[in-house]
């Protein structure tokens, strides 16, 4: 039986004049060229590639200020902003990371073949004859059965793992979940589980496939200062050095193990597979600076008529990587795409809700978060100190990273069959003639990837959708070498700028326009929605209500 949410659409759009009207003219205050203008500015040099810290982040929220206020959004709760204490950790790592190997010395480069930092905040860093142990994906997951740190203590060594999921390239999906990535196979996991089992370091092998991008993206964001929550303990519990290789290294390094680094892999994906420690140890350390500051969420909203308390939460990150001034040439990372398409579809559906006549009986919040860049950083720190409860908290809408391609036929659905918002999402695409299709790269994690995830994680249903896979114009495969160029050539770096002679921004007018109605049928209505059968947050949203009430 449909859950009570799911109530059609065609209600709402057809069902009489006192419907059609407000809808009619929301989707008029929907613009391509108001789209168009907020990207280029956006997307600009003036924004200094919009990092938080810099001028650039001054300058954006002004400017994102400026725009709620013209739009009509009320600050939340006094104020449109959110401040979020952080620290930023810039190192200076040795040119060479040396290891011990039974058949003698071996030397990675940094940035040819490594790279590595440290969240510790302390002045000095080092791996000092560190043991080596293989520790396959690095996982420690219950429910699956799987524990790569089975059997062996990793207290003080340095740990190798593999990026993804033993279930990478598979179609089982009994065996993890197949080809879609689980949370497991974030570096940011595999981090986190290294410290808990008490490694000094973390090396993860990188594959462009399995870790979802090339290894420029893993580089510039090693090589740029990194930002983190202000922690209580310095992160002292962290590795002391958490870091990539590239798979040619992780090849000459284990041959030199006397391992077949391919067959030591596939041994990895097996069920029964124990950690190997290796005949070697590592030499390592770095030079560290921190400084402590605050960066800001900005935040505006339309009260609810009858249950302002209930809210709908559209989000998109306004942060990019600033400024890298060791780069010859262009140094400015504009992210155009990442993130201003997705800052202008989110304004634009602002424009919409303002242009109502008679508010919704929910309230709608329009959130831009900080530092996604630096680990969706933003969007945590307001997911534990949330402007509303989040038991009231109808669903998340993010979006990111919104290719500038035309119109689409489709509805890519990141992370789809997780919550009742996908059966919404389909009805109201049927009225936009699209269909709603479930990402075909699973494997590369996007639903833990960006800011819906942190509102996911404490049970609140968050959608990750837009247009990107079928060209209303030249088709599926065109679509797809699209998106291609752009991960391989403009994701994380300077390249992503606004070009008017080669970007068309309907297919994003679009998305908006969908989205502005799937929001509005939210906060019209009286029911939450739910996370599916199967679903890993369904259990934490029972166990939040069970918690809230008396």
Known sequence: ????????????????????????????????????????????????????????????????????????????????????????????????????????????DYRDEFVAFSRRLTEQVQLEDSPLVFAGYGIVAPQYNWNDYQGIDVEGKTVVV???????GLQDTSFFKGNAMTYYGRWTYKYEEAARQGASGIIIVHKSGPAGYPWNVVLNGAVVPKLYLKPENGYQSRCAVEGWITTDAARKLFNRFGYGFD?????AGQPG?????LDGR????????HRFAESRNIMGYIPGRERPDEVVIYSAHWDHLGVDPTLEGDSIYNGAVDNGTSLAWMLEIAEGFASLEKRPARSVMFFAPTAEEQGLL???YYAEHPRFPLTKTVANINNDLMLPYGRYKDVMVTGYGQSTLDDLLAEAAARHDRYIYPDPNPQTGMYYRSDHFPFAQKGVPALFARGNCHSREHGKEWARQKEQFWLENRYHDPSDEYNPQTWDLRGIRDDARLFFEVGYELARSQSFPRWKEGSEFKKVRQRMIQQSQP
């Open 1 to 108: 039986m449909r859950h009570l949410l799911i109530v059609s659409l065609a209600a709402l759009i057809l069902g009489g004049c006192t419907q059609e009207q407000p809808v009619s003219k929301a989707m008029k205050a929907i613009d391509v060229e108001d789209i168009r203008e907020e990207v280029q500015t956006l997307g600009s040099d003036r924004f200094l590639g919009r990092k938080p810290f810099t001028k650039g982040e001054t300058l954006t929220l002004d400017y994102l200020e400026k725009k709620f206020r013209q739009i009509g959004l009320k600050p939340v709760k006094g104020s449109y902003y959110q401040r979020v204490p952080m620290v930023e950790v810039s190192v200076d790592p040795q040119e060479q990371m040396r290891f011990d190997t039974p058949q003698g010395e071996v030397r990675l």
């Open 162 to 168: 593999l990026v993804n999921d033993p279930g990478y």
């Open 263 to 267: 067959g030591l892999k596939r041994q």
């Open 273 to 277: 597979f124990k950690p190997r420690e």
């Open 282 to 289: 590592v030499h390592f350390e770095m030079t560290s600076q």
């Open 378 to 380: 933003g969007s945590k």
